[in-house]
């Protein structure tokens, strides 16, 4: 089981940024897709994004193209979204989460997600 920790979260004002952090550790991290999700209250979590185990690609959900942007440091074991032009849409918990290839379209391993808040 890859081990998740998702940090940088917090509050800031609409039209801001933060960049939120997914330490991962327990098994070789380049083997393992990265993905967000968010979930805001009385609401389903959603998919946020994605990336390859390489980092060669990544998928975004319509809303937040342009705006967020996932990368990740397979030397230091981390993925990273960026987020900017917050909108008061975007407040939510997000969650990182981790797959190998094995695993097919399902998410196997979570974070405990961090809070972020957008002012208006």
């Known amino acids: 089981q890859l081990q998740l920790v998702e940090s940088g979260g917090g509050l800031v004002q609409a039209g801001g940024s933060l960049r939120l952090s997914c330490a991962a550790s327990?098994?070789?991290?380049?083997?393992?897709?990265m993905g967000w999700f968010r979930q805001a209250p009385g609401k389903e979590r959603e998919f946020v994004a994605s990336?390859?185990?390489?980092?060669?690609?990544?998928y975004y959900e319509d809303s937040v193209k342009g705006r967020f942007t996932l990368s990740r440091d397979n030397a230091k074991n981390t993925a990273y979204l960026q987020m900017t032009s917050l909108k008061p849409e975007d407040p939510a918990v997000y969650y990182c989460?981790?797959?190998?290839?094995?695993?097919?379209?399902?998410?196997?391993?979570w974070g405990q997600g961090t809070q972020v808040t957008v002012s208006s």
């Open positions: 989460a981790a797959r190998t290839a094995a695993a097919g379209p399902d998410w196997q391993d």
């Open positions: 327990g098994r070789t991290f380049s083997s393992y897709a």
């Open positions: 990336i390859t185990r390489s980092g060669d690609r990544a």
